[in-house]
């Protein structure tokens, strides 16, 4: 089941993942780690996006397809995976499911986490503080809450228009209530007991 984490910047994609990862047994695919672990450890990949994030731009198409390809060839995606902060775009959409039909796989599920903007902004800051993030500052939240709402947006609909399944979830709620409701959507599709 390939299942997609989508929101905000500050949506709680990553706290979320982790609950999904460990019910549902998938592997958690979030691009934002990938590349943070790149910059970090200096790689020729890191060293070519580390200036990219730091002003909150989005990362070429190209290099992120590349790096979700190979992560979807490993072994412990078989199954399936929950990707988080990708697709980014529609192109990385469309080139996401070009690259699933190559696997005679699709996106099987969207979830959706909604959460007002002054509580993504205040939820930004607050982890800048807590995690020393170079990369929430207030410039560059409003930067990539303005490339999200022009860039990103769009792939929910992408994903409409191509009749996959959709589910809304408040995620201004508690963490445990949203994450009841996420189980509650993934029970649906996959048959399993709540």
């Not at 580390?50 to 060839?73: C, H, T």
């Not at 969207?110 to 929430?136: K, M, N, S, T, Y």
């Not at 769009?154 to 009749?163: C, E, I, S």
């Amino acid at each position: 089941m390939i299942t997609i984490l989508f929101g905000p910047p500050g949506g709680g994609k990553g706290t979320q993942a982790a609950h999904i990862t460990e019910r549902f047994g998938l592997p958690h695919v979030s691009t934002g780690e990938m590349l943070r672990d790149e910059a970090a450890r200096g790689s020729e990949l890191g060293n070519e996006v580390e200036p990219i994030m730091a002003e909150g731009r989005l990362v070429p198409d190209d290099l992120i397809v590349r790096v979700i390809e190979a992560r979807l060839s490993q072994p412990d995606a078989a199954r399936g995976a929950l990707l988080d902060g990708f697709p980014r775009t529609v192109p990385q959409a469309e080139a996401l499911d070009a690259m699933l039909r190559r696997r005679h796989r699709q996106v099987d599920l969207v979830l959706c986490l909604d959460v007002p903007e002054d509580v993504l902004i205040q939820r930004l800051l607050g982890r800048a503080r807590e995690e020393g993030r170079p990369d929430d500052n207030l410039e560059t939240i409003r930067t990539r809450l303005d490339v999200y709402h022009r860039d990103t947006a769009p792939v929910l609909d992408h994903y409409r228009k191509a009749g996959a399944r959709i589910e809304t979830v408040d995620g201004h709620a508690g963490v445990d209530e949203v994450t009841r409701r996420i189980y509650t959507a993934m029970d649906r599709l996959t048959g399993s007991a709540a």
